[in-house]
């Protein structure tokens, strides 16, 4: 069942089940009124027909149809009327021909309740005793117009019904149609989108502004994945380019030594040059396997529980090994308030890689070899700041230092090796653990880069 039917279908249910119990209502109420309203004229009935009874002391039929006669235009269709004495006997009835009996229970039920009011099969009956007089009135009638009237009511309701259920379906079915069509008009646009044309957009629809929200979060979903094709565009341009250099330096001291013949000392400095390249190559391969690899980290469940500040000081000791001339120095912004302030779930390999890697920038661009780490922990976070005195990023590369491949001007200028790969490793890293960095320049020759993690919540 398709989403226009379907709607459709609920719409005239709820149109259906407010007609159902709008006409159940009006049936239910006029079967009660005209109940009431032929009892009360049955009642009326047999009281004009016991006081002319109760006037006529020995009771004289003709004296009694004239009087009848005088009092009522219309009698009651199928109308019977009886009156007996105290001790249940038969003082006068009409028609002559009516075979009425008072029931010995009923008149002790009169007793107690002077006005009695029942019905048997179809036919109403009132029973009163009147005390002045000590008569019992016995009267009923068949209520033929008003049952008439009931079934056409019933008539009358079952089309306005019908009609109007017909009417809905037809007005149902259109207004799902109108509604519809932006969606369809969008369908159209969607299905000529593909990898190669991500251009295309959902037009905004005047007086609808749910469905323009939607089109609203489709475009910037459209945006972001425009952008993620752009990069991964961009990613293989850059990483055949980088892979392309030191292939075709390689493939051009080769054809120059087949080329001519060289000395040992010659073939030495060739061969070191070429190992030099492989190994380039080699930490180049590595870096984007490590940079596809990580995506993976995203699918980790959980993770163990570990000590940032430990684990930042392995950090600090290993870089010391690589770097013997490094200065760091290790702080805390506040004593923390327990020892578990600093714990957080993680991969212990993978995060002492990412503050390495931090940690390596932050000396390699330094003006004075020297490094800061400040820790503290701080509402169910903890925060890692590395800094460090060198040339900072303008607003551009702070930007853009996250994206592989990406070189700053700094490293530039201090023709650092490296392939811009280190902080995209390391925001990965980060965003498996659901964590962030973020950068800032405080001041004049000022790095900063903070890293945030959530606290264990065990």
């Known amino acids: 069942m398709n989403l226009k039917l379907r709607f459709a279908l609920i719409f005239s249910v709820f149109v259906a089940t407010i007609l159902a119990i709008s006409s159940f209502t009006i049936y239910y109420l006029y079967f009660n009124y005209r109940e009431e309203e032929f009892f009360k004229r049955v009642e009326a009935e047999g009281r004009i027909y016991h006081d002319i009874v109760s006037q006529i002391k020995d009771p004289d039929k003709a004296a009694i149809s004239r009087l009848l006669e005088g009092v009522r235009t219309n009698s009651l269709p199928s109308e019977r009327l009886a009156v ?29 309740t002077p006005v009695y009011r029942f019905e048997i099969q179809d036919y109403q009956y009132v029973a009163s005793y009147t005390a002045d007089t000590k008569l019992y009135t016995l009267s009923d009638a068949y209520d033929l117009y008003g049952y008439n009237k009931l079934q056409n009511l019933k008539l009358i309701l079952s089309l306005v019904f019908g009609g109007g259920m017909c009417i809905t379906w037809l007005f149902s079915f259109f207004f799902v149609q109108q509604a519809f069509k932006p969606l369809i008009a969008w369908t159209d646009q969607i299905k000529q989108t593909t990898i190669q044309s991500l251009k295309g957009r959902l037009q905004p629809i005047k007086n609808y502004p749910e469905m ?74 590595n870096s984007l396997l490590a940079l596809s690899q990580y995506e993976q980290l995203l699918f980790q469940k959980e993770w163990p529980e570990i000590r940032i500040d430990e684990l930042v000081v392995e950090a600090t000791s290993q870089l010391m090994q690589m770097y013997p001339d490094a200065l760091v120095d290790i702080g805390f912004k506040e004593i923390p308030e327990s020892d578990k302030a600093f714990i957080v779930k993680g991969n212990d390999a993978l995060l002492k890689s990412a503050f390495l890697n931090l940690l390596k920038n932050a000396y390699i661009y330094s003006s004075d070899k020297k490094v800061s780490v400040v820790m503290s922990a701080l509402h169910d976070q903890v925060l890692v700041m590395v800094e460090n005195r060198g040339q900072t990023l303008s607003n551009e590369e702070a930007q853009m230092v996250m994206e592989p491949f990406f070189r700053g001007k700094n490293a530039i200028d201090a023709n650092a090796k490296g392939f811009g790969l280190g902080l995209s490793i390391v925001t990965r890293i980060l965003i498996a653990h659901h964590a962030k960095i973020e950068y800032q320049s405080p001041s004049s020759n000022h790095n900063q880069f903070t890293v945030v993690l959530p606290q264990s919540k065990d």
């Not at 010659?266 to 930490?283: G, T």
Request: charged share 20%; aromatic share 6%; hydrophobic share 45%.
């Open 84 to 112: 007996f004495d105290s001790t249940g006997k038969l003082i006068h009835r009409l028609p002559d021909s009516t075979n009425i009996i008072l029931d010995p229970a009923l008149k002790k039920k009169l007793l107690k």
């Open 212 to 285: 323009n929200a939607v089109a609203a979060s489709f475009n910037a979903m459209m945006d972001r994945l425009s952008r993620g094709f752009e990069f991964q565009r961009s990613f293989v341009q850059q990483a055949s380019h980088e892979l392309r250099t030191p292939l075709a330096i390689m493939l051009s001291q080769t054809e120059s030594a087949l080329n001519q013949p060289l000395s040992t000392e010659a073939y030495q400095l060739l061969l070191a040059s070429l190992k030099e390249d492989q190994q380039y190559l080699i930490a180049l391969t």
